[in-house]
């Protein structure tokens, strides 16, 4: 399969800015938390069930889901990478 090392190297891309957008939205939520506690209080940023919150929780959950696609897609990659295999049979065979 000609584009399976280009088709891997997108995954690694996209691996790597997930991660970093997870550890992103990590550091926000701590910062919201080290304001509050700053102030004498929890910051209303980083209070459950606000929207920021919930928010940048959003944003961490999307990045795990996007690890699973890309690991699905690792899978078909690999399956359709073995039918290279198949392809060459068939044609050897005249099929």
């Known amino acids: 399969m000609q584009t399976a090392?280009?088709?891997t190297s997108c995954?690694?891309?996209?691996?790597?800015?997930?991660?970093?957008?997870?550890?992103?939205?990590?550091?926000?939520?701590?910062?919201?938390?080290?304001?509050g506690e700053q102030e004498g209080k929890v910051g209303k940023y980083s209070m459950p069930n606000s929207i920021r919150f919930e928010s940048l929780?959003?944003?961490?959950?999307?990045?795990?889901?996007?690890d699973i696609y890309c690991s699905n897609i690792e899978a078909n990659l690999r399956t359709a990478e073995n039918q290279d295999k198949v392809f060459a049979k068939e044609v050897s065979d005249g099929i």
């Open 5 to 7: 090392q280009d088709i």
């Open 11 to 35: 995954l690694k891309n996209i691996r790597y800015y997930s991660e970093k957008i997870a550890a992103l939205s990590k550091q926000q939520l701590e910062l919201d938390w080290t304001q």
């Open 57 to 66: 929780a959003c944003i961490a959950s999307a990045c795990e889901w996007l």
